[in-house]
C-alpha cells in the first residue's frame, strides 16, 4: 500500500532561515510526488510537483528515489510562507499529516 | 477562475441522523475525490471517480457512507446514519485525470 509520512507536525523557523520539510513515501512503482499548501483560511492548493521540477516562491523539492524521500526546501523562509504544507503522492491521491510551518519574525 | 464549489459550508446534524452533501467540480474535470479530514490530521480519501464511475473506495466505510456521480459532474456523498466520529471537514475536489487537484472550500461537519 503507498504511504506518505511527514515526521513533523509543527517546524518554527525564523525569517531568513532556511527551511526544510521532510516527506517520506512508500510506493512500489514509480511515484508521482506532489506539494500541496493551505495559508490560513485558504482552500488546500498545489504548490509543487517533481515532474516539472520548478522553483515555486522560491521553494524546490527533489525527488530521492534511494532514501525514498521528497523534501521541500526554502533557502530564505518568509513570514508569507507560514502555512501547512502536506506531500502527496498519486496514483491514489495520497495525503501525509501534513507539516506546520511558523515563520517567526 | 473555475472554483470546485461545496454546500453547505457548515452542517451541524444529531447522531443517527442522515445527512449529505455536494459538490460541483471545475467544468471538464473527469477526476472527482472526496477526502474527510479530521483535525490535526491530514486528508484521507474516501472515494475517487473517473467520470461516473468509482475508481476507489477501499477507504469508504460503506455500512453508512455513500457516494455518487450519476451524470459524471456534480457529486453526493451521504452518511446514514451519523456518529460522533464522522465529524470532520469533507472536502471535494476534481481534477483533469492525473493532474493538479483543485479543491473546494469544504464541509464543516460537526454531529452532537
Known amino acids: 500500500a503507498q504511504r506518505v509520512t511527514q515526521p513533523e507536525k509543527l517546524l518554527s523557523v525564523f525569517k531568513g532561515a532556511p527551511v526544510e520539510l521532510k516527506c517520506n513515501y512508500s510506493y512500489s512503482g514509480s511515484p508521482e510526488l506532489f506539494w500541496y499548501v493551505q495559508y490560513s483560511r485558504q482552500r488546500l492548493q498545489l504548490l509543487l510537483r517533481h515532474i516539472s521540477r520548478e522553483s515555486i516562491k522560491g521553494f524546490t523539492a527533489d525527488l530521492n528515489k534511494g532514501e525514498t524521500s521528497f523534501h521541500l526546501k526554502k533557502p530564505f523562509a518568509q513570514e508569507e510562507d507560514s502555512a501547512m504544507y502536506y506531500c502527496a503522492l498519486m496514483d491514489k491521491l495520497t495525503f501525509g499529516t501534513g507539516t506546520q510551518l511558523k515563520v517567526e519574525l | 477562475e473555475a472554483e470546485v464549489a461545496q454546500s453547505p459550508r457548515y452542517k451541524i446534524t444529531e447522531k443517527s441522523q442522515a445527512v449529505a452533501f455536494w459538490c460541483d467540480p471545475i467544468s471538464g474535470h473527469a477526476t472527482l475525490y472526496w477526502y474527510r479530514q479530521i483535525l490535526g490530521q491530514g486528508p484521507e480519501l474516501l472515494v475517487q471517480?473517473?467520470?461516473?464511475?468509482?475508481?476507489?473506495d477501499s477507504q469508504l466505510p460503506k455500512d453508512r457512507f455513500s457516494a455518487e456521480r450519476l451524470k459524471g459532474v456534480d457529486s453526493t456523498l451521504k452518511i446514514q446514519p451519523a456518529e460522533l466520529g464522522d465529524s470532520a471537514m469533507y472536502l471535494c475536489?476534481?481534477?483533469?485525470?492525473?493532474?493538479?487537484?483543485?479543491f473546494g472550500q469544504g464541509t464543516r461537519l460537526t454531529v452532537v
Open positions: 475536489a476534481s481534477s483533469l485525470d492525473r493532474d493538479e487537484a483543485f
Open positions: 471517480f473517473q467520470d461516473e464511475s468509482v475508481v476507489d
